[in-house]
C-alpha cells in the first residue's frame, strides 16, 4: 500500500504474547465448532426459508436460522426469560470455549480473567414482543426483566456473573465489525499485563420482523427467495444483496507463557489487530477500498510480518456489490502482486451475514483454516464480476499449510477491523 508506510508498528516495548486456547461456534450449520466446520469444508448451505415468523408480508423470507439450538442445554429455565436470544448463545459459546480450552476457571484465575463481546444491535426480538405487549394490554404488563434482558452488554454480563470473573467486563458495538473489534480489544488486555485470560467473541439474535423489515427497506437484502440455499453469493454478477442469519463465535484468548505452564492445546497465536476509519458513508464503504486497506495494513505492522506471508483470508465478503468492490480493491491496493496468489474466501456464502456475530465466528474459522490446513471455500461463484477477480476459492475447500491468515470486518459508519492469526514460531 502506498500510503501508511510503518506508522502503526508495534513499539519497541516487549508485549505480552496471546494465543488461543479455547474456540465455539454457533451457527446456521451447527451447534458446536466441529459440526459448523464440517458443513464448511464441504461447501453446505445453511440458508432456508424463515420459520420464526410469518413472511407472507414480507419481501424477504429466507435467513440463517440456527436450527435445534437447546437453550436448556446451557441456561437453568429459571434464567431463561431474563435474558434474549443473543446472550442464550454468547453463555453457550462461552461454556464450550473454556470446555474446549482445558481451563479450570479457580478464583485465583478468574481474578485476571475479563469478558469482552461484540453485539452489533442486541436484544431486538424482546424489544419487539414487549411493544406488543404494551399495545395489547398496557405498560403494566411489562417484564420487570425487559431493561436487562435487551441491553446489548448482558451476554457479557452474563458471562461474568456465571464464570466469576473479576477483569473488564463489557460489550463493544461497531456493527458488523463488532466481534473482530471484540477480540482485537481483548487481546490487548492481556499484550499489557492486565488480564492473563479473556472470553471475546461476538453475538447475535435478530432474525426477527423489526430487522428483516428494517435491511429489506434498504434494499440491502437478497430476495432470492424461491433458491434461498443459491442466495449469498459473494463476488458473483448475479447477487442482490446479503442474507440476515444469526449465531456466536467465542474464543477463550490466554497469555502465551500462562498456557504453556499448564500444557494447553495451542490453536494458534493472535498476532496482529488493525483497526481504521473510512470516514466516508453511513453505510456504503468508500469505493477505492482505502479504508478497508488502512485496517489490513495496520494488522500487518502489528504481526511484524511481510504481508506475502499472509496465505489466506477470511474475507467480509457480504454479497453486497458495493461491499464486495471495495474490499477487493482494498486487498489489491494492500497486497499488489501478492493478491494474484491469495487465498481469499467467503464463508457469508454459507452462513449468510450474523451482523455483531460476524468478525468472532469468522475469526473462528479462520483459525481453524490455521489449524487443520484447509480454507473453505466461497460457494455460488458461477459467475464473478470482473472487478472481482482475485482466487476466491470457488465451491471447493483447498488443502495446504497456511501460516498466517487474516479475518477482515467492516461495518455500517464506515467502521474497519483486521485481525491476523499465526502458528507459533
Not at 40 to 54: A, E, K, V
Not at 142 to 169: C, D, E, R, W
Not at 364 to 385: C, D, K, M, R, W
Request: charged residues 20%.
Amino acid at each position: 500500500m502506498a500510503s501508511g508506510g510503518n506508522r502503526f508498528r508495534r513499539p519497541a516495548r516487549e508485549q505480552r504474547r496471546v494465543v488461543v486456547t479455547g474456540l465455539s461456534s454457533i451457527t446456521p450449520l451447527g451447534n458446536t465448532a466441529t459440526e459448523t466446520w464440517e458443513g464448511l469444508i464441504s461447501g453446505r448451505s445453511g440458508i432456508g426459508l424463515i420459520s420464526f415468523f410469518d413472511t407472507s408480508q414480507f419481501d424477504v423470507k429466507i435467513g440463517g436460522e440456527v436450527k435445534n439450538f437447546s437453550v436448556d442445554d446451557y441456561v437453568p429455565k429459571k434464567e431463561q426469560k431474563k435474558m434474549d436470544r443473543f446472550t442464550h448463545f454468547a453463555i453457550a459459546g462461552a461454556k464450550m470455549a473454556l470446555k474446549d480450552s482445558g481451563l479450570e476457571m479457580t478464583e485465583s484465575i478468574a481474578l485476571k480473567t475479563g469478558v469482552l463481546t461484540g453485539v452489533g444491535i442486541g436484544g431486538l426480538p424482546v424489544i419487539e414482543s414487549s411493544r406488543d405487549t404494551v399495545v395489547a394490554r398496557g405498560p403494566s404488563r411489562i417484564s420487570p426483566f425487559f431493561i436487562p434482558t435487551v441491553i446489548s452488554n448482558m451476554a457479557a454480563g452474563n458471562i461474568s456473573i456465571l464464570f466469576g470473573t473479576k477483569g473488564p467486563n463489557y460489550t463493544l458495538t461497531s456493527a458488523c465489525a463488532s466481534g473482530a473489534h471484540a477480540i482485537g480489544e481483548a487481546a490487548g488486555y492481556i499484550r499489557n499485563g492486565q488480564c492473563d485470560v479473556m472470553f471475546a467473541g461476538g453475538t447475535e439474535g435478530t432474525v426477527c420482523p423489526l430487522a428483516v423489515g428494517g435491511f429489506a427497506a434498504m434494499k440491502a437484502l437478497s430476495t432470492r427467495n424461491d433458491q434461498p440455499k443459491l442466495a449469498s453469493r459473494p463476488w458473483d454478477k448475479d447477487r442482490d444483496g446479503f442474507v440476515l442469519s444469526e449465531g456466536c463465535g467465542m474464543f477463550i484468548l490466554e497469555e502465551y507463557e500462562h498456557a504453556l505452564k499448564r500444557g494447553a492445546r495451542i490453536y494458534g497465536e493472535l498476532r496482529g489487530y488493525g483497526f481504521s476509519s473510512d470516514g466516508h458513508h453511513m453505510t456504503n464503504p468508500i469505493a477505492t477500498g482505502s479504508g478497508a486497506a488502512l485496517a489490513m495494513e495496520m494488522a500487518i505492522n502489528d504481526a511484524q510480518i511481510n504481508r506475502d506471508e499472509i496465505g489466506y483470508i477470511n474475507a467480509h465478503g457480504t454479497s453486497t456489490p458495493a461491499g464486495d468492490l471495495a474490499e477487493t480493491a482494498g486487498i489489491k491496493m494492500v497486497f499488489g502482486d501478492h493478491s494474484k496468489k491469495l487465498w481469499v474466501s467467503s464463508t457469508k456464502s454459507m452462513i449468510g451475514h450474523t451482523l455483531g456475530a460476524a468478525g468472532a465466528i469468522e475469526s473462528v474459522f479462520a483459525l481453524q483454516s490455521l489449524y487443520h490446513g484447509i480454507a473453505p471455500p466461497t460457494i455460488n461463484l458461477e459467475n464473478p464480476s470482473p472487478e472481482c477477480d482475485l482466487d476466491f476459492v470457488p465451491h471447493t475447500a483447498r488443502e495446504k499449510q497456511l501460516n498466517h491468515v487474516m479475518n477482515n470486518s467492516f461495518g455500517f459508519g464506515g467502521t474497519n477491523s483486521s485481525l491476523i492469526f499465526s502458528r507459533l514460531d
